[in-house]
């Protein structure tokens, strides 16, 4: 029997025979190996569990000092003075000592110690020193990169409180630690452990050729962060791709290739600097190494079988980006520098926000190649989860559940990188399952500055990427100004992306030669920092220099290749001036090709259906799963209260939602519903996914099960996040125009955190960048006396961000309705009955074009015994209300109606309760406005003119400086020629959405509803 006692990074197999045996392991040839050391040593004093046997000889030792070996007597010397554990060893006089490499499967069975035939090998060293070098190998896969030349200024380090500093740069030390290896030692010979690739197919190195290889692969121009991921086979895989020797070369035409790409994306910045001296283009002066590894992974991913790519980047580099990895035609480029108008639709944007979708052969691997580059503003990192959301639905169309046909690159600046909250959002969607894209390459353009502001007063963490880790994404920094070590870390990124289906980070440091943009004065903030780029060479001039005295070029080659490309530029400058026309179309990042010009762009297909359909979906929706699904008891109340429903031809909010769903499914169209808790509902009022009680992760989707034939439909829970997953489902949506796509919030009030993409996306995404989408945004709303976080939806924000005209009444015509939304930038809406939320979710994909949907949806009505609908209200021939007249016992004498009062949402139905309480039925008008953008001037016309005696009130329960009062008061006004006036009846204004005060709530609302009775 043997006991194995763990001592540092080795073991002790303790046996009965006088001796202390010692085990490593090491892998020889593709065999795994076993070494015994064998040392003369002292009786041991108990066979059983290490712990035990350490204490038992500890005690023996306070008896005995000679009673144990020479190196535990000075272990227990030390620890007894107060040594540290890690610090009391002391390596003791070494015994004669054999070494014997036995292969593992020759001890399968094995209890007791092989003896030693013939030695295969015998080790120059012992056992410490053997350890050693394990550890200083090691040591260098881990810290490395610390002390990596990356920086082209050399004025850096990792350390950024230290960067910029007198003796800055860190030691190498903090690589080598101390290991007990003397000078002497270098031209000793090591065995070489499994854990690395370094010697080739040389198992036997000395340590001095150790340790320079160690320092070219991960002390050179290539920083590699990646021991910290907890996959062995990636860490493996990753070593094999950077300590492999000679696996950096590159053959004269792959050099002669990269030079002429620097030539490319070092003249256009030229070009565009010469021909328009003032203009802002946001150059990629400093980074010109950029175009060269976009094109390698792009290259590497065709090769791996990649059609398709999107891409998301900030505004540096974009257009030289666009015209030489892209291939946009060169003359549209420039035409944005004219400063012409469009001749066509939309305001456009300045031109380093334009995006392009643009098909092109690949020459490199001789197949087609789709790149899209998504269109952002200059909100940094506002683009990268919609750039998700893209891939992820093109993925998804395609079938490609591996991504493995397309894929998605996001560039970032550094200080962006590190300091936009959304890039952690974005990060923690890459390995969901409803989320992933299968792998994200980033390659981050590491100014080492931001605008005006250096890394130490930007971020806390020693690199701009270690958000990366979180998610155990591989990080290479580069060189930026060795192009070959950059073109090496792009193939491995996209080669890595392409076997793990993971996120990889490329870290391109660099340095910007210009200010924030080309009319700012960088020495400002940045002096000693521009004094050194001033007299720093471009990376052109540099890799030129050196494959001419490799060999490679001549000058003569050089002065042609950039001769030849200026040529290009020219004509291209030359075509533009002559074509002076511009259209913003040429920037579109999403085209639907076959969407548009099939029917009028003002009429809309009929949102009823047959009551067949209505019965099908209500049925299944409300029918137990099949066979022996244990569901749960509230569940199986709900579906019998839903069954119930059906019955009787009603229609709860949830019961219309599955019928507008379900309907679409029935005709092909994919319907997707994300957000927090979206399966069951915040209000558990949904639920569409069923969990079986005894079984994990056996649900059942009954809307997945309504027919054979139909589309897919995706309702997935998303990460608790509101700014990536909306900007997520933003870019799913712009990919196939066939698809209702639905972001739902817990409260309407947590858009808050999603403003962004509403601003700079959703609300004006089609002015800027012709960019139509159909998004839908369901945002639960109402004061229920929850307190200021779960009440408003903001509906204010939205309505301001509409760009409707209200002080000028239009021409009403038969198309007018559908006019008014193919004019519009949004639509918001306040259904107040389940079956005009069926009918305006149908309506949606009906439409001949996409606008994006507001809704706000309720809270309480959702379980209202009157917020009901009958099936005879979604038929065929009915349709959305726009607003929902009073068909009581005022309209029979409108004449005699002393108050008209006009609502939105729930309130309604606390309205008709109060009038009722108030015997004023025949005295006061309700009148629902469903749909506030575009206003429905025809039908509010219509109720006005229909009570001319009548006072005009607008009642809400938001305050006065809050909800619609702000956008009614105007419309209403044109409504009525200014002839007459409508008063505010609710809360006054205030800073705070709502009360946190239950009993306050109440007092307040009733005030509200006695005001707008008169009371």
Sequence with gaps: MATVLKIGTFSALVCRKSYLHLRVSSAVGGHKYRTYITKASKEPFLNGSSSTYVEEMYKAWLKNPESVHKSWDAFFRSTSDGAEPGDAYQSPPLAPVQYVQIPVEHLQGTTALTPSAAPQYVEPRGIEDHLSVQAIIRSYQVRGHLVSKLDPLNITAANIQSAFSEGSPSSPQVVLRSYQLEEKDMDRLFKLPGSTFIGGNEKVLALREILKRLEDVYCGHIGIEYMFINSQEQCTWIRKKFETPGIMNFTKEQKRLLMARLIRSTKFEEFLARKWVSEKRFGLEGCEVLIPAMKTVIDRASELGIESIVIGMPHR??????????????????????????????????????????????????????????????????????????????????????????????????????????????????????????????????????????????????????????????????????????????????????????????????????????????????????????????????YSRHLVQEGMVTEKEIEEEEARYEAILQEAYNNAEKDIRMYNTDWLDSPWKGFFGKQSLHKCEPTGISEDILRHVGVAFSSAPPGNFKAHPGIKRILKSRMEMVDSRVVDWALAEAMAFGSLLKDGVHVRLSGQDVERGTFSHRHHVLHHQTIDKTTYRPLCHLWPDQAPYTVCNSSLSEYAVLGFELGFSMTNPNALVMWEAQFGDFMNTTQCIIDQFISSGQAKWVRQSGIVLLLPHGMEGMGPEHSSARPERFLQLCSEEMEVFPTIDEDFAVRQLHDCNMIVVNCSTPANYFHVLRRQILLPFRKPLIIFTPKSLLRHPDARSSFDDMFEGTTFERIIPDNGPVSQNPQNVERVVFCTGKLYYELIKKRKECNMESSVAIVRIEQLCPFPFDLARQEVEKYPNAKLIWTQEEHKNQGYWCYIQPHIETVTNHERHISYAGRKVSASTATGSKQAHKKEQEKVLSDAMGL
């Design 317 to 542: 580099g974009r257009l030289n980006v666009l015209a030489n990895v892209c291939r946009k035609p060169l003359e549209q480029i420039f035409a944005q520098f004219s400063g012409l108008e469009p001749a066509d639709e939309g305001s456009g944007d300045v031109k380093y926000h334009l995006g392009m979708c643009h098909e092109r052969l690949n020459r490199v691997t001789n197949k087609n190649v789709k790149l899209a580059v998504v269109a952002n503003p200059s909100h940094l990192e506002a683009v990268d989860p919609v750039v998700q959301g893209k891939t992820r639905a093109e993925q998804f169309y395609r079938g490609d559940t591996q991504g493995q046909k397309v894929m998605s690159i996001l560039l970032h600046g550094d200080a962006a990188f590190s300091g936009q909250g959304v890039v952690y959002e974005t990060f923690h969607l890459s390995d969901l399952p409803d989320y992933s894209t299968h792998g994200t390459i980033h390659i981050v353009v590491n100014n080492q500055i931001g605008f005006t502001t250096d890394p130490r007063r930007s971020r806390s963490s020693p690199y701009c990427t270690d958000v990366a880790r979180v998610v155990n994404a591989p990080i290479f920094h580069v060189n930026a100004d060795d192009p070959e070590a950059v073109v090496h870390v792009s193939n491995v990124a996209a080669e890595y992306r392409a076997k793990f289906g993971k996120d990889v980070v490329v870290d391109l440091v660099c340095y910007r030669r210009n200010g924030h943009n080309e009319i700012d004065e960088p020495m400002f903030t940045q002096p000693l920092m521009y004094t050194k780029i001033r007299k720093t060479l471009p990376v052109l001039e540099l």
